[in-house]
Antibody, heavy 121, light 108 residues
Framework: EVQLVESGGGLVQPGGSLRLSCAAS????????MHWVRQAPGKGLVWVSR????????SYADSVKGRFTISRDNAKNTLYLQMNSLRAEDTAVYYC??????????????WGQGTLVTVSS | SYELTQPPSVSVSPGQTARITCSGD??????AYWYQQKPGQAPVLVIY???ERPSGIPERFSGSSSGTTVTLTISGVQAEDEADYYC???????????FGGGTKLTVL
């Protein structure tokens, strides 16, 4: 059974940092591109970042570019999101998602349960 | 930046057909995908590649595409279908993924 379990969320002050983790199991993690998607309270889904299967290629939404870094450890079956210079508008539930597709057109067939990040003083 | 546009809400009575649209300039070039999200839960994929249905998704869910608009159709709506629905696609270059703003489906 495919499972994605996020962790690392919590309360952080503006300007602070946080690292999210997503532990994957039930599939060959190193074969899949992975993404982070976030959802502010009461708002819609927003794509954040993606990483290819071996970690050599990444992409970011403009809103987080230069502040967030996506990475992965295929030996540990774990995806990460390092979030620096956090702002109030980064407050959201962060989901990791497994991607299917190719040539830039991806969809998300499995999602984690999400981890809440709250940026507030 | 690229945007996908959905109506904020759609309401139907049980047994009727619900249609949720999603518009975007790159949709003629990029596949669209649809997700259902119920309160407090992670999204669930209900349609991929414009019109394909994943295993386990009821046949009443279908998708179609015409030009810059894609449509999610739910035939014979049931109370359990009440949820938020999001379309998702990529920009024309395939560099970024984008979600529509979401549509709240209310079953009257």
């Amino acid at each position: 059974e495919v499972q994605l379990v996020e962790s690392g969320g919590g309360l952080v002050q503006p300007g602070g940092s946080l690292r999210l983790s997503c532990a994957a199991s039930g599939f060959t993690f190193s074969s899949y591109w992975m993404h982070w998607v976030r959802q502010a309270p009461g708002k819609g889904l927003v794509w954040v970042s993606r990483i290819n299967s071996d970690g050599s290629s990444t992409s970011y939404a403009d809103s987080v570019k230069g502040r967030f870094t996506i990475s992965r450890d295929n030996a540990k079956n774990t995806l990460y999101l390092q979030m620096n210079s956090l702002r109030a508008e980064d407050t959201a539930v962060y989901y990791c998602a497994r991607a299917r597709g190719s040539s830039g057109s991806y969809y998300f067939d499995y999602w984690g349960q999400g981890t809440l990040v709250t940026v507030s003083s | 930046s690229y945007e996908l546009t959905q109506p904020p809400s759609v309401s139907v009575s049980p047994g009727q057909t619900a249609r949720i649209t999603c518009s975007g300039d790159a949709l003629p070039k990029q596949y669209a995908y649809w997700y259902q999200q119920k309160p407090g839960q992670a999204p669930v994929l209900v349609i991929y590649k414009d019109s394909e249905r994943p295993s386990g998704i009821p046949e009443r869910f279908s998708g179609s595409s015409s030009g810059t608009t894609v449509t999610l159709t739910i035939s014979g709506v049931q109370a359990e279908d009440e949820a938020d629905y999001y379309c998702q696609s990529a920009d024309s270059s395939g560099t970024i993924q984008v979600f529509g703003g979401g549509t709240k489906l209310t079953v009257l």
